[in-house]
């Protein structure tokens, strides 16, 4: 027995949905005030929401830095470039241990400078005084224009004390956080940030903080941070090649003074002795003086162009953008927040009305 497969088989390809927009109508027009209801609630719990949020101002910075480009100048780099073109490796001229602009926003980030930073003072505009970063954001933060939660932790010993830990036998650079420590310290890192234009390797700083005054004095000591960093960075060898040769002159000088000590303390003694062992060794004693000043101008030299040398490493960094002061809040956006909730109100409630009204079992076949 054969069977007909297009008599058996339905005809998807002509199966069409409909819709009947009077009837979707009639069902919101029916369901509206339930609509409104649940949109105005929403709006309502978005405007509440909003007003939780204590007020935060922004202040930005813009940096240029020096972009160092050790090459060699003149015919040397014209040499490399032909060598490259050759095959022939020259050796790199340019590989300077310069911290990349890349990873200034990591320094921002990392655990020294935020700890440096909740140590610092802000003149806090609203309260006429200044706080600490830590005191103003942890101890007695700011408070929104409604309180919903008690933002004020508390103060047990356990937050107030690190992690048990053996006294000995750890690293002293090792850095042992409490609970609200570690809290601000996160918190603080949320309001910093740093970006950086590969293009033409702007630095843009920002800060935020409830107070507007206080958000313009962070940025600043952000921005000298930042700037001292790199700088010592850059430089850190260099100074201690310095620190290096100034210990090395003054052991040359105290050389020397010894030696000439010695050569005019023999030349009195021996005045009017006209033997030549007496002459070989004042020879001998001038000859050691000669020495020890010419090692003792040889370091003072060095020492003048390592100075010199600290001066040409040093990065400059050029202020495009200097912080200002902000007149109005960055955020909330309480009038998009209260928007965006009763949109949020607006869909929920269409999809219960729309469950309420849909025969469920037609619409799953």
């Given amino acids: 027995m054969s069977i007909d497969n297009n008599?058996?088989?339905?005809?998807?390809?002509?199966?069409?949905?409909?819709?009947?927009?009077?009837?979707?109508?009639?069902?919101?027009?029916?369901?509206?005030?339930?609509?409104?209801?649940?949109s105005i609630s929403f709006a309502i719990?978005?405007?509440?929401?909003?007003?939780?949020?204590?007020?935060?101002?922004?202040?930005?910075?813009?940096?240029?830095?020096?972009?160092?480009?050790?090459?060699?100048?003149?015919?040397?780099?014209?040499?490399?470039?032909?060598?490259?073109?050759?095959?022939?490796?020259?050796?790199?001229?340019?590989?300077?241990?310069?911290?990349?602009?890349?990873?200034?926003?990591?320094?921002?980030?990392?655990?020294?400078?935020?700890?440096?930073?909740?140590?610092?003072?802000?003149?806090?505009?609203?309260?006429?005084?200044?706080?600490?970063?830590?005191?103003?954001?942890?101890?007695?933060?700011?408070?929104?224009?409604?309180?919903?939660?008690?933002?004020?932790?508390?103060?047990?010993?356990?937050?107030?004390?690190?992690?048990?830990?053996?006294?000995?036998?750890?690293?002293?650079?090792?850095?042992k956080l409490n609970k609200k420590e570690f809290s601000a310290l996160k918190s603080l890192e949320g309001r910093i940030t740093a970006e950086i234009d590969k293009k033409n390797g702007l630095i843009t700083i920002t800060v935020k903080l409830p107070d507007p005054v206080a958000s313009a004095t962070l940025i600043s000591f952000t921005q000298n941070y930042l700037t001292k960093y790199v700088?010592?960075?850059?430089?850190e060898k260099a100074r201690k090649e310095l620190k290096f040769l100034q210990d090395r002159r003054e052991e040359a000088k105290k050389a020397y003074d010894n030696a000439l000590n010695r050569l005019s303390t023999y030349r009195d003694q021996h005045r009017n002795t006209f033997l030549q062992v007496a002459k070989d060794q004042e020879k001998k004693l001038q000859y050691e003086v000669d020495l020890a000043f010419n090692l003792y101008s040889s370091i003072s030299t060095q020492m003048a162009d390592a100075a010199?040398?600290?001066?040409?490493?040093?990065?400059?960094?050029?202020?495009?953008?200097?912080?200002?002061?902000?007149?109005?809040?960055?955020?909330?956006?309480?009038?998009?927040?209260?928007?965006?909730?009763?949109?949020l109100g607006l869909i929920i409630s269409l999809a219960i009305v729309f469950f309420k009204s849909v025969n469920l079992k037609q619409l799953l076949g």
């Fill in 308 to 343: 010199v040398k600290i001066q040409k490493e040093t990065p400059v960094f050029k202020v495009l953008e200097p912080a200002q002061i902000a007149l109005q809040k960055s955020e909330p956006k309480r009038s998009l927040i209260t928007i965006g909730f009763a949109f």
């Fill in 7 to 38: 008599q058996v088989l339905p005809n998807t390809e002509n199966d069409e949905i409909s819709i009947n927009l009077g009837e979707i109508f009639k069902v919101l027009k029916s369901q509206s005030i339930l609509i409104g209801i649940i």
């Fill in 45 to 175: 719990v978005g405007a509440i929401y909003s007003l939780s949020q204590p007020n935060e101002y922004e202040s930005t910075v813009k940096l240029l830095p020096e972009i160092d480009s050790k090459t060699s100048g003149g015919s040397l780099g014209g040499l490399k470039s032909l060598a490259g073109l050759a095959g022939v490796d020259l050796g790199s001229s340019n590989s300077f241990d310069a911290i990349k602009p890349e990873l200034y926003p990591s320094v921002l980030k990392s655990t020294p400078f935020l700890r440096e930073a909740l140590k610092s003072h802000v003149y806090v505009q609203k309260r006429k005084k200044w706080l600490s970063v830590y005191d103003y954001l942890i101890v007695s933060p700011e408070l929104a224009p409604i309180q919903i939660f008690n933002s004020k932790s508390s103060d047990s010993d356990e937050d107030k004390n690190p992690i048990n830990m053996p006294k000995e036998g750890l690293s002293p650079e090792l850095i």
């Fill in 231 to 235: 700088i010592n960075y850059r430089t």
